[in-house]
């Protein structure tokens, strides 16, 4: 917290600090014994009627009335990363944005529309990466109705956590209506430690899901604007441990889209009854052998903030937050069908 050189603490924070990242103490109002404050920081999205709205890193709003502030400070735009390679929030929306491709897309602005016939919310909604050329009320009215043409409900997909990110974006649209449905998060680690974990020599790696690494994908009733959104990226690979058992599903798959220095993995999925055996490990080391021979050096992979195993993986090898990302409904506009998660 900010401290006068009187060494008192001190508000140091205005309406004019709208959309800077900001550390603040509060008071607790009906606090328990003992608890008088609070800290939060995040981005200050927010400063009307006397309340100040924080968007945490996670997302998560927060809403501290005027009177309660007791200390405040604008702080760096972004923690630096200790570990792990160093990537702007643009670079990694992009080169994720081209792992995962829609059927169908249209510009606006800098933002792209997205489709694939309602396979996923990341192909199907808008991403907005600058301006959308429109003030804001015209722009969202432009996204209803291109998704309302396509009979698919309007999403905009933002993030927060990140220098760049999309704090002010997310508190408009909640400001509108929308509902922020799904948070996941986008961690990244270094490659070429991925590579001398598991077993990959048991790992077959092909350019095209065939219909045995279909049939172990999660999402059931894969359809034609499915098979193009797995297809799509610049250089993609699938990986699959086949099963013990002839003629059933593969033991574990895995997907990886080389993109320049970054690698991207997706889709990996193991056979309930063969898990806890190392099988999800051994095919991201194979698909991370062939990432490094085709020269990536870093690695990046998507999560569900509430999938603790796959966290709880992931952070054994080496993979770290980044930031966050969230997909927005537009008011009345329906959701994604069953089986068709927001990854």
Sequence with gaps: MEISAAGRLEVRITTADVGKRVSVRSMIQHAAPGEKFTDTVGVLTSWDNDVLLITRRSGESVHIP???LVAGKVVPA???RRRGPAASYEELARVAARAWRPVESERLGDWELRAASGFTRRANSALPLGDPGLPLD???????????ERGLPAYVQTATGAEGAQELLGARLEERGWVREVTAELWTGPLAPLTDRGDPARVALS?????????????????DAALRVLGSGPSVWFASVPSAAKGTPPAAIGRCVIDGR???FAAVEVDPAVRRRGLATAVMAALARQALADGASAAWLQVEAGNEGARA?????????HHAYHHYRAPGAGGITAGNPSS
């Design 66 to 68: 005027e009177s309660a």
């Design 78 to 80: 972004a923690p630096a």
């Design 138 to 148: 015209e722009a969202l009215g432009a996204v209803r109705r291109w998704y309302g």
């Design 207 to 223: 350019r095209q899901a065939d219909e045995a690494w279909l049939a172990r994908y999660r999402r059931t009733g894969v359809s």
């Design 262 to 264: 970054w690698a991207g």
């Design 313 to 321: 993986l992931y952070a054994g090898m080496g993979f770290a937050p």
